[in-house]
């Protein structure tokens, strides 16, 4: 059974403060590695995707992976209380058709 | 430019009815993959099409069938729902099936069984 693990938090931060949010999968086979936002009673939104290893920045986001270490991360910058949400890392199956989501990870951030 | 769209937003059943889901992908991606996420959880993965064929399964049973149509659009099928089906289902689309293939989700559609 392939496997996403995430803590379930809550995460808190103060507002302007950097978080951290972490992810380990199970399947070396896995190539590509995403990262998705959900607020209460909404869909997922995609934020970043890598691919590669190292770091990948977008903005305010950046994501880490690590493949050797089984690890992909989320690092936010200048955190925001528009920011509070839960935080789905998504990783493919060896196909590359079907998302394997861990079960989230929620973030609240105070003004 | 829209993005993915589900209908209906929102739907009551009552157990051992059916029910089909609608979803129509960004323009121009070719593949429909679907989801159910009960609350507190992570999306399942359920079902992937691209150019109207079959490219995965999920652990999911045989009540649950999908198929996609020449404009890319899909439909997935309930039959004999149970009370334990009570979720939200989401549709993603993407360029097309494989690797490096981000998935962009629709808004999704809430089902409840009575």
């Known amino acids: 059974q392939k496997e996403v693990e995430q803590n379930s938090g809550p995460l808190s931060v103060p507002e302007g403060a950097i978080a951290s949010l972490n992810c380990t999968y199970s399947?070396?086979?896995?190539?590509?590695f995403f990262w998705y936002r959900q607020y209460s009673g909404k869909s997922p939104e995609l934020i970043m995707f890598?691919?590669?290893?190292g770091d990948k920045e977008d903005g305010r986001f950046t994501a880490q992976l690590n493949k050797a270490s089984q690890y992909v991360s989320l690092l936010i910058r200048d955190s925001q209380p528009s920011d509070s949400a839960t935080y789905l890392c998504?990783?493919?199956?060896?196909?590359?058709?079907?998302?394997?989501f861990g079960k989230g990870t929620t973030l609240s951030v105070s003004s | 430019d829209a993005g993915v769209t589900q209908s209906p937003t929102h739907l009551i059943k009552t157990r051992g009815q059916h029910v089909t889901l609608r979803c129509s992908p960004i323009?121009?991606?070719?593949?429909v993959s679907w989801y159910q996420q009960v609350l507190g959880q992570g999306p399942q993965f359920i079902f992937q099409?691209?150019?109207?064929?079959?490219?995965g399964r999920g652990n999911f049973p045989d009540r649950f069938s999908a198929r996609q149509f020449p404009n890319y659009s899909s439909e997935l099928n309930v039959n004999a729902l149970l009370l334990g089906d009570s979720a939200l289902y989401l549709c993603?689309?993407?360029?097309?099936?494989?690797?490096?293939?981000?998935?962009?989700f629709g808004d999704g559609t809430r089902l409840s069984i009575l």
């Open positions: 099409y691209y150019e109207k064929e079959e490219r």
């Open positions: 399947d070396r086979g896995s190539q590509s």
């Open positions: 323009s121009g991606h070719k593949s």
């Open positions: 993603a689309s993407s360029l097309a099936s494989g690797d490096n293939q981000p998935q962009h």
């Open positions: 890598i691919y590669s290893n």
């Open positions: 998504a990783v493919h199956n060896q196909a590359g058709t079907a998302l394997i």
